[in-house]
């Protein structure tokens, strides 16, 4: 029995595809907050949650090919619970923090602004994917499920890895 109908599906995949790129645009168009409180540890945060990700994204992978259907949708679950986790500390720290600039030279800055640019593209095209796939799966439409999962998983990994990456290449370069 689905879990969702499609008229609902329809709603969760449409409302949340356009409010949460225009909540990342508002944010880096209108001046922070000042506050008083450490935010600091956000970036390293995002990083483990975005780690986390990633390893339960494979770990889901082996589950579904291993014919363990259920332990694959918990660990799916756990994904999308840990993705809205990170978007929701990612709009926290960039409300209260300015953006950090890269330092880094030559080819590096070249690297890092690649991995950057691909990262936050591939962000905002994976998250109708991932809805897309996860209501396709809680209203029953395996088939369709599948197919598009065999896009979304390696997107949805590029974005969880990078994430980390952009982390690694820029924290030297936090005040």
Do not use: C
Not at 47 to 73: D, Y
Not at 133 to 154: N, Q, S
Not at 155 to 175: K, Q, R
């Amino acid at each position: 029995m689905p879990v969702l109908t499609d008229k609902q599906g329809k709603g969760i995949i449409v409302g949340a595809s356009i409010a949460i790129p225009l909540v990342v645009i508002v944010l880096y168009l209108i001046p922070g907050v000042e506050t008083d409180r450490d935010f600091t540890v956000l970036p390293l945060f995002n990083a483990i949650v975005n780690g986390a990700t990633s390893l339960i994204l494979v770990a889901a992978l082996w589950a579904v090919k291993s014919g363990r259907v259920e332990l694959h949708k918990k660990l799916m679950g756990t994904a999308l619970v840990l993705s809205v986790l990170f978007l929701l500390s990612y709009v926290t720290y960039h409300y209260v923090s300015e953006s950090t600039p890269y330092g880094g030279e030559g080819t590096m800055r070249a690297v890092y602004y690649f991995i950057l640019i691909t990262h936050v593209l591939l962000a905002v095209a994976i998250v109708p994917l991932v809805l897309i796939t996860a209501v396709r799966a809680l209203t029953d439409k395996i088939e369709k499920h599948k197919k598009i999962a065999r896009i979304t998983w390696p997107l949805w990994f590029y974005v969880t890895v990078t994430g980390v990456i952009v982390y690694i290449m820029i924290s030297p370069y936090y005040a």
